[in-house]
Each structure stands twice: as structure tokens, then as C-alpha cells.
């Protein structure tokens, strides 16, 4: 029996015993217990399973088991919640979101860096040490007990289960829509906004990958898991969903924070403008790329202002990836009294960064021309924590960005780009290419497929690209 185990009572068999509804866990048992929730055979038990992982810029992650999920629309933190309860929020794209609510059987959580950094350097060169299991109040025991069961017998030294390249090997490759349909749809929004119908759309498109062989989503997602859990500085959030008959599999590698609060403090940003690597002093000086930050900016503070005290906004700044760079405006303040942080997100979401500006002839640009975002793509995910009291509750939510969805033998990723009046076909082609490297590198994609996705076909004029 392993160190765990001995800290924990056996299971009655009486109805009314149960388990601890917390219990800390030695990191090596951690990852045991990784291995058994995304292990198939815990699935032929509990086929309705769902599994989803949410992990923040800090490092903090969450890892929740689902059996029989309990889903609502929200705009509050739930009435007669107990303190310290937690819950994962998500949302598909939609106009305004609909934010539903999932409570998670089984909770394991990873600690995140605190906000005043000064464990920052001792994380990074040991990783993590310890992680907390929690059991959802009422849980029946003998689930409960098989979990304890499984992890006395999975190994706690898993290896990752794929290589970081070339891991999926593909066979086929479509783009939807092809570069000639995806330029006639930048011309076609550019005679809008010359019309005056709206200033700003995102245009999106996606490339499918169809596999040699099909993987095991679950697999995937364990390998995921442990190198997210790897101690290296990471930019970006990391949700995942696995779900459905066949567990298909949503990822997304998203550096956009939509909302953090913390009680009635709250921060978010505009990120919009985006180049090539090494290209940020020029992208801080140019007219469209500022123009495009400038107008999510603005229309964030204009949604913020009757539910905020007051509103702080930082200076314009980059936020390097290793794959892109953007422009960032960073947004803070503090909400009036009695005000949801949940309201507020729907409020904001979509920005114009993810949709455009106005948003309902925007909206009707992008479903008229069938390309609404689908799947997870451009909504949310996150959690809100329960506090002591209102003003404790913990808030956060990424825009599901630089995605991808696992499903049988194909793999989707996704891509979009701010479409202005300046904007170049050529451009934004290669920008939406680009933004598909974090989750196909993740995925163990081959490494040359970006470039073939980035890719101008032959012939096409592409001029001097320097920003996107």
C-alpha cells in the first residue's frame, strides 16, 4: 500500500460512513492518480464520464472527474455554496455566452505560484512536491474507494506516453476554408466596413489532419497533463475537455485572460496585434496593429464602466510567445457593490479580439458567411473558488484560444485573425497558420505541418510581410 493510502481510513461498509472530503498527496501519488482518471479502464466503469483540466499562468492546475455532471446556466456564485467549493466554468462561442457550471466528482488540484511570487524560483527548480485530492460531498464511498484502490496499484513513475514530435503521423490534410475562399471573405469584410457596416471582424478557419491511425485521446490528454506540470515558465493557459461516447478531446493553449477576480478586484486586457518572433519593437510603432488593440481597448472599458468603481488601464506592452507576439493593453479596477464577476464576463465576452466591432453586424457577417466558431473555439473556460464570503470568491476565465479537437482518426486545429480596413489576405492567411503552432507542437504534430498550413499557394503575390 503506498504512503497515501496509510493516511487514510478503509472503507466502511456501513451507509453512513465516508471518505475525507480532502486530503493532501505526495506528488508521486499525484501522478498516480492522473494515470487512473485517465485510464480506460476507469471509463468501462463509469462510461458517462467526463474528465476537464484547467490550468492558470501561476501553474496552478486542476484536474476534475465527472460521473454524472451537474450543468446550469450561471451569472453568480451559487447560492448555499460552502465555502471553499469549487467549480469549473465553461462556455462554447456565443453572443452573449451562455457560462454553465460543472461540479466535479473528484478534484485534484496543484498549487499555483502565490500572487506575491516569492516561492517563484523554489517552484521552478523543484516543481511541484505536494497536491490536494478532493472527494464531492456525498459521493458514493464505493466510487470513492475504487479511486484509492486504483492508485495503490498504478505504477507512480508513468513515463510520458508520446515523444514531443512527431508522435501523430498524418495522412491527409484539408483547410476550411481553401486560401482562395479565405481571401474572397477578407474582401467581402473589408466592402462592409468601407459601407460603414462595422469597423473590425475575426475571421477564423481551421485545418484538419486526418491520422494514420487513431489516437487514444485519453493518452493525449495524460501527456499533456505531465508536462504541463513540468517546472518551466509557461505563457499561456492550458483547458482541456474529454468527453462524449467516443472521448473527443478539446485542448486549448490560450494567452488571453478574459477575466481574474478576486473579490470585487478585478484585471483583464485587451490582446490584439499580433507579428512573427522578434518583430514586437516594429509592432509597437505600426498604425494597424495599434488601431486593432485599440478598439478592443476601448470597447472593454465601455462594457466595464457602469459596473466598475473605477477602471485603471496600463500602458500598451508586448506579450511574447515563442511562436507570435501580440499587443497587450492590460485592464483593472474594482466592481461596484453586489456586482457578479460572472455578469461581468458575460458582458465582455465576445470581445471584439475574438469577434469584432459592433458586435451584432459583426455577429452577422461571420454567421452569414458560415464561419461562426465551433466546437470550444473562442469560448471560455475556467473556474470560480468559493471563499469565507462573497468578497473571497476567486474568479478566473481564458478565452479559448490556439485550440484544437481530437476526434477518432482526425485532428482540428484552429486559427483567427483581426480583419481591417488595412488588412492583406496574404497576411492574415499566414497569421492564422501560425496561431495553430502551439496546439499542434502539444499534440506531437509533425513539425513541418505549420508551415504547410501557413503556407501561400503557388503563385499567389505575397509582398512584404512584416506584421499580421
Known amino acids: ?178 486560401y482562395q475562399g479565405f481571401r474572397d471573405t477578407v474582401l467581402r469584410a473589408q466592402e462592409s466596413m468601407r459601407q460603414g457596416i462595422f469597423h473590425k471582424v475575426v475571421l477564423s478557419r481551421r485545418a484538419e489532419i486526418i491520422l494514420r491511425t487513431a489516437p487514444r485521446p485519453a493518452d493525449l490528454l495524460r501527456d499533456l497533463i505531465f508536462r504541463r506540470l513540468a517546472p518551466e515558465p509557461c505563457g499561456a493557459y492550458f483547458y482541456a475537455r474529454l468527453a462524449g461516447p467516443e472521448d473527443a478531446l478539446f485542448v486549448s493553449f490560450s494567452p488571453e485572460t478574459l477575466l481574474q477576480s478576486r473579490g470585487r478586484e478585478f484585471r483583464t486586457e485587451a490582446l490584439a496585434g499580433s507579428c512573427p518572433p522578434g518583430q514586437g519593437s516594429f509592432l509597437l510603432r505600426d498604425a494597424k496593429n495599434i488601431q486593432e488593440n485599440s478598439i478592443v481597448a476601448e470597447e472593454i472599458k465601455e462594457r466595464l464602466a457602469e459596473l466598475a468603481l473605477s477602471l485603471r488601464t496600463g500602458p500598451l506592452t508586448l506579450k511574447p510567445l515563442d511562436y507570435i507576439e501580440h499587443l497587450k493593453t492590460p485592464i483593472s479596477g474594482l466592481l461596484k457593490e453586489g456586482v457578479s464577476p460572472l455578469e461581468v464576463s458575460r458582458r465582455l465576452h465576445p470581445t471584439p479580439a475574438v469577434l469584432g466591432f459592433p458586435r451584432e453586424p459583426a455577429l452577422g457577417f461571420l454567421r ?101
Open 1 to 178: 500500500m503506498n504512503s497515501f493510502l496509510k493516511t487514510l481510513p478503509s472503507v466502511s461498509d456501513t451507509p453512513e460512513a465516508g471518505l475525507p472530503n480532502t486530503r493532501d498527496l505526495p506528488f508521486p501519488a499525484a501522478r498516480g492518480l492522473i494515470g487512473v482518471l485517465t485510464d480506460p479502464a476507469l471509463k468501462s466503469s463509469f462510461p458517462g464520464r467526463s474528465l476537464r483540466v484547467f490550468s492558470d499562468l501561476r501553474g496552478g492546475l486542476y484536474l476534475g472527474f465527472f460521473i454524472d455532471e451537474a450543468l446550469g446556466a450561471v451569472t453568480g456564485a451559487p447560492e448555499q455554496a460552502e465555502p471553499d467549493s469549487f467549480f469549473f466554468l465553461e462556455s462554447p462561442f456565443a453572443c452573449p455566452p451562455v457560462i454553465t457550471r460543472h461540479v466535479p466528482d473528484v478534484l485534484l488540484e496543484f498549487p499555483e505560484t502565490p500572487e506575491d511570487g516569492t516561492s517563484t524560483s523554489a517552484a521552478a527548480s523543484a516543481g511541484y512536491r505536494s497536491a490536494k485530492l478532493h472527494f464531492r460531498p456525498g459521493l458514493p464511498r464505493d466510487f470513492a474507494g475504487r479511486i484509492l484502490t486504483a492508485i495503490d496499484s498504478f505504477p507512480q513513475d508513468i513515463p510520458a506516453v508520446l515523444p514531443r514530435e512527431s508522435a501523430l503521423s498524418s495522412e491527409a490534410l484539408h483547410l476550411f476554408p481553401d
Open 368 to 468: 452569414d458567411e458560415g464561419l461562426l466558431p465551433e466546437s470550444l473555439y473562442a469560448g471560455l473556460g475556467g473556474f470560480i473558488r468559493t471563499g469565507a464570503s462573497g468578497d473571497e470568491d476567486r474568479l478566473t476565465l481564458a478565452v479559448l484560444l490556439r485550440a484544437a479537437r481530437v476526434h477518432s482518426r482526425s485532428v482540428t486545429l484552429y486559427g483567427g485573425a483581426g480583419i481591417l480596413p488595412a488588412s492583406r489576405p496574404e497576411s492574415e492567411w499566414r497569421e492564422t497558420g501560425s496561431k495553430m503552432k502551439a496546439a499542434s507542437e502539444a499534440l506531437g504534430l509533425p513539425r513541418d505541418l505549420i508551415s504547410i498550413i501557413a503556407a501561400l499557394p503557388a503563385g499567389t503575390e505575397s509582398g512584404q510581410l512584416q506584421t499580421n
